[in-house]
């Protein structure tokens, strides 16, 4: 995978932080992601890191790492983004390296297109009386559309979503309540007829007259004037 001019993989130890903030950890699992294969192919830039997704065990901390925060030894997942920014997690002994590894990108940008972009209720803050609304999850069987499905329901929402029929009980089993093909022409009239043409969260031509936000993963723009879309980029830099 190393070439001349081609960014570097994720190597066996990580470094999060920057100077004395830092810890070097090293590398147990991985997970990949769609953006591990679009910096090759998009970004080729001196110094980028290939991989996000990491779990291991600190093995060296810098001077200004409190001790409370972290120590030797530790077992930790987190998140490596570009060259600026990292995130780091402790690892509770009951979970697996390789489940820890999943915890970045799709769970991160989950959570920031529902509670920063959306302005969703969190899990741990919803009021006593939720209004019974739908959000509409397209490719729910994404590995951050089963995030996506399973904060959304813990926040009180009705799950619409979308997937291969192979997929429809994984997602059903997540927590979705209605679920259509999304290479099937008439799923947006279906979306359209159990939502009474009332979604507020959702994609363009799924939406009611009266518009709503769509949280986007990739780079799309609505035509309909109602309907304001936000290309959602995971931002770690507003969680160091
Ligand atoms: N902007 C950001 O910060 C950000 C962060 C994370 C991800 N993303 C982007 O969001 C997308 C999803 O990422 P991910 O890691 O969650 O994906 P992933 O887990 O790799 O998604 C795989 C799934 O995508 C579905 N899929 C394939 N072709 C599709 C199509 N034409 N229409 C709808 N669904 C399709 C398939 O579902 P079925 O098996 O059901 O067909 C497949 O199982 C990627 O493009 C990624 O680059 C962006």
Redesign the pocket.
């Known amino acids: 995978m190393l070439e001349d001019n081609l960014p570097t993989m994720m190597k066996a130890l990580v470094t999060t932080g920057k100077g004395g903030c830092g810890c070097l950890i090293k590398v147990h699992s991985v997970a990949q ?3 591990d294969w ?1 910096t090759v192919a998009l970004r080729r830039e001196e110094g980028n890191i290939i991989g996000c997704d990491f779990s291991g065990v600190v093995v060296k901390m810098g001077r200004e790492v409190p001790s409370e925060l972290r120590f030797i030894g530790e077992r930790v997942a987190g998140i490596v983004h570009g060259a600026f920014c990292s995130i780091t997690l402790s690892l509770p002994d009951s979970w697996s390296f390789e489940h820890g590894a999943q915890l970045g ?2 769970c991160f ?1 989950a959570c920031q297109c529902l509670y920063q972009y959306l302005h969703l209720p969190t899990p741990l803050g919803i009021p006593e009386s939720v209004p019974e609304e739908f959000i509409l999850v ?2 729910g ?5 089963q995030y996506v499905i399973q904060f959304a329901k813990l926040s009180g929402l009705r799950i619409i979503t ?3 029929p ?2 429809f009980d994984l997602v059903k089993s997540l927590g979705a309540e209605l679920v259509f093909d ?2 099937d022409s008439y799923t947006f009239k279906h979306i359209l007829t159990a939502t009474q043409g009332r979604l507020t969260m959702a994609v363009p031509k799924s939406f009611g007259e009266s518009g709503g936000n769509l949280a986007a ?2 780079p799309i723009k609505s035509h309909i004037p109602s309907v304001k879309t936000e ?4 931002n770690l830099s507003c969680l160091c």
């Open positions: 992601n769609p953006t679009k990108v799709a940008t397209w490719s069987a994404t590995s951050t559309g979308t997937c291969s192979r997929n999304y290479a993963l990739l290309w959602h980029f995971l």
